[in-house]
T-cell receptor, first 114, second 110 residues
Framework: GAVVSQHPSWVICKSGTSVKIECRSL??????MFWYRQFPKQSLMLMAT?????????EQGVEKDKFLINHASLTLSTLTVTSAHPEDSSFYIC??????????FGPGTRLTVL | AQRVTQPEKLLSVFKGAPVELKCNYS??????LFWYVQYSRQRLQLLLR??SRESIKGFTADLNKGETSFHLKKPFAQEEDSAMYYC????????????FGAGTRLTVKP
């Protein structure tokens, strides 16, 4: 089946720094990708919808200036957490829609901000 | 707005017993309903979707529009079914986002 990868799988950074997370569809093209966030013992929460070649659509309450999303190609979307703070520590998961309308999820990236 | 409710955070059954994971939704249009499973330390993966009406790993789920439910069932649970299960809803249209329930952690005891 289709595979979505994320890089890095985990990252630790200092407060105030920026972190970029990549999401790639490895064997298919995805015009739409999604970014989710998962707090411990909680469900996935949609952060934004990433559309290739256009601006991302953010969910209510998600700061677009803090979580920068770039979907520059049909196989790559990036999420940059700018000026990260400890409260941004979380598990970030991306997904991409494949050929048959199925949504494929990446393995996730664990971000820890010290 | 669409909403997905999974009333049970934890569900524990013995091996061989039937299991039902509940999911209710609210959406005024024609939704697509999904069940995703996340095994320990693994990525989220699709278990089944209502439009395909198939049985995966012995699990089935029927969309009941009258009760707005999409409960996941398996007649005989196995230990390897222990995982986190998420019910999800997508509005009609391929590129619409998915809304997830809070998830139910299923534990199948030997």
């Amino acid at each position: 089946g289709a595979v979505v990868s994320q890089h890095p799988s985990w990252v630790i950074c200092k407060s105030g720094t920026s972190v970029k997370i990549e999401c790639r569809s490895l064997d298919f093209q995805a015009t739409t990708m999604f970014w989710y966030r998962q707090f411990p013992k909680q469900s996935l929460m949609l952060m934004a919808t990433s559309n290739e070649g256009s601006k991302a659509t953010y969910e209510q309450g998600v700061e677009k200036d803090k979580f920068l999303i770039n979907h520059a190609s049909l196989t790559l979307s990036t999420l940059t957490v700018t000026s990260a703070h400890p409260e941004d520590s979380s598990f970030y998961i991306c997904s991409a829609i494949g050929l048959w309308d199925e949504q494929f999820f990446g393995p996730g990236t664990r971000l820890t901000v010290l | 707005a669409q909403r997905v409710t999974q009333p049970e955070k934890l569900l524990s059954v013995f091996k061989g017993a039937p299991v039902e994971l509940k999911c209710n939704y609210s959406y005024s249009g024609s939704p697509e309903l999904f069940w995703y499973v996340q095994y320990s330390r693994q990525r989220l993966q699709l278990l089944l979707r209502h439009i395909s009406r198939e049985s995966i790993k012995g699990f089935t789920a029927d969309l009941n529009k009258g009760e707005t439910s999409f409960h996941l069932k398996k007649p005989f649970a196995q230990e390897e079914d222990s995982a986190m299960y998420y019910c999800a809803l997508r509005k009609d249209g391929a590129n619409n986002d998915m809304r997830f329930g809070a998830g139910t952690r299923l534990t199948v005891k030997p």
